[in-house]
């Protein structure tokens, strides 16, 4: 299981939000250096995302994404204002190891023909809060799209792998939807969580997860707030059986 900080840059700036929207707490006026203390702890990916392009609908932090990528060695997953094949093109040639595909989630269109170009280049991003899919960097709700309905739709597709975030949780450091995730995994993909992990405890638990296809954990502010020790946490990803 791995252990993923995630990077959230938002005018030039490291922050963390609370539950989705743009009420925010700054942490680092510089991403290169977070990326590279992070690095430094021995984590082995880096979840990016631009909320300036969530919003905008157009990356709009590529600047300091270049600068991680030539500095760091580690591979880096990015999301925010990608809602394009061209788009997709372009972040893979930089590094980008995969692309974070999220507004365009419920585009089935859309998914199949990224899914024929870039296959295991990319990964479905699901933001949900109390059962409701959220989009555009989690302003706009999707109604009457059923979780369970998008993932048969995008194993249908051929997609292995997903982000789920429960947006109603992230950044409140209330302990991640346990019950939830177990419903998402059994759907059978290999799930990348978010939102809420709070403590060794939380990352105990969803350890346990992990023979059920859990594969990695990305944790925000509980990393920046102090509240997680990221080598500890590290070793018990890592723990056998």
């Given at each position: 299981m791995l252990i993923i900080p995630a990077i959230d840059i938002k005018n030039g700036?490291?922050?963390r939000l609370v539950k989705g929207k743009f009420k925010e707490k700054v942490y680092s006026a510089d991403p290169l250096y977070t990326a590279i203390f992070w690095q430094s702890k021995g984590v082995e990916r880096l979840h990016i995302v631009d909320l300036d392009g969530a919003s905008r609908g157009k990356p709009k932090n590529i600047f300091w994404v270049k600068k991680i990528l030539e500095e760091i060695n580690i591979p880096i997953e990015f999301g925010g204002g990608v809602r394009d094949l061209k788009m997709i093109e372009s972040l893979l040639k930089i590094?980008?190891?995969?692309?974070?595909?999220?507004?365009?989630?419920?585009?089935?269109?859309?998914?199949?023909e990224a899914f024929?170009?870039?296959?295991?280049?990319?990964?479905?991003?699901?933001?949900?809060?109390?059962?409701?899919?959220?989009?555009?960097?989690?302003?706009k709700e999707e109604k009457g799209i059923k979780i369970f309905d998008l993932l048969r739709r995008l194993k249908e597709i051929g997609f292995k792998d997903i982000i789920y975030t429960d947006i109603s949780r992230d950044g409140t450091l209330r302990g991640p939807n346990i019950i939830k995730i177990k419903a998402i995994l059994k759907s059978g993909f290999k799930v990348f969580v978010s939102g809420g992990i709070s403590s060794l405890e939380d990352i105990n638990k969803l350890k346990r997860l992990e023979r059920y296809g859990l594969e990695g954990v990305i944790v925000g502010k509980a990393l920046y707030e102090g509240r997680l020790d990221i080598q500890k946490a590290l070793k018990i990803a890592k723990r056998g059986g």
């Open positions: 700036k490291v922050v590094g980008i190891d995969r692309v974070i595909i999220g507004t365009k989630a419920t585009d089935l269109n859309f998914l199949k024929k170009n870039f296959s295991g280049s990319i990964i479905v991003s699901i933001d949900e809060k109390r059962g409701n899919l959220f989009t555009e960097g989690w302003f």
